[in-house]
């Protein structure tokens, strides 16, 4: 029996699979190759806002900032707590729901939401570009794992400038002029419930197999297959 198109796109995007040659009942051919036929193609600048805000932290000595930085990222993806003395130069100023692509040598990921619960004022590297999704066309938790995807991550990698590896850098304007699907929202938030379910049992599984490890024991649980999910990576949407 012929699948329809909605099992044959999940099936494609959580098991890792390639669509049939043959175009899904209830697709059109776009340049992204097949999609639902309400989603929309659009650039990325369309449904973002890239946030230009800045403050010198050193202007705010005493004050505590939430602050995203490249090796807070590194160590547990976690904000630490700063005050404004211990900042030596300008930030961005961000807000709960953004979504932050670091743009320094992309081949090396760094995504992250913004999603810290504190009153304290949000500030991140400038070496983040930091998308604020529009709320009437863009879920925040969406735009994440679309940030993992191959629609942005994999085309930002072509999208850089620098000498070397190590300083290369996305191009920002050019960033945001990539194409990529916008699914309605219900469906946007269903897609990210998935998501963030099947990364909350790797993120379990994970944690078990780490305990296991320590113990010394063994446990069938850790040696499950996991599915590849183009669109999921180690790090946390909630």
Request: glycine share 6%; net charge positive; aromatic share 8%.
């Amino acid at each position: 029996m012929r699948k329809d198109g909605r099992s044959t796109l999940s099936e494609t995007w959580l098991q890792g699979k390639e669509l049939d040659a043959d175009l899904p009942v209830g697709f059109t051919l776009t340049e992204l190759g097949p999609l639902p036929g309400e989603w929309e193609v659009v650039r990325l600048g369309e449904v973002v806002q890239h946030t230009r805000e800045t403050v010198d932290p050193m202007d705010h000595p005493d004050e505590h900032f939430d602050y995203y930085s490249i090796p807070a990222y590194q160590n547990g993806q976690r904000p630490v707590l700063e005050r404004g003395r211990e900042i030596r130069s300008t930030k961005i100023v961000v807000q709960p729901g953004s979504v932050l692509f670091g743009k320094l040598n992309p081949r090396v990921p760094k995504v992250w939401r913004v999603e810290s619960p504190s009153g304290r004022r949000k500030i991140a590297s400038t070496e983040f570009i930091p998308l604020v999704p529009s709320p009437a066309r863009l879920d925040s938790c969406f735009l994440y794992f679309l940030s993992w995807s191959s629609f942005v991550l994999g085309r930002a990698q072509e999208l850089i400038a620098g000498s070397t590896p190590s300083r290369q850098r996305v191009d920002a304007g050019a960033f945001l002029q990539l194409p990529v699907p916008l699914p309605p929202l219900p469906e946007q938030r269903a897609i990210a419930h998935v998501l963030r379910t099947v990364q909350r049992a790797k993120e379990r599984r994970s944690g078990l197999a780490r305990r296991s490890r320590s113990s010394g024991r063994s446990s069938c649980a850790t040696s499950l297959p996991t599915a590849p999910c183009p669109w999921t990576r180690p790090t946390r949407c909630r």
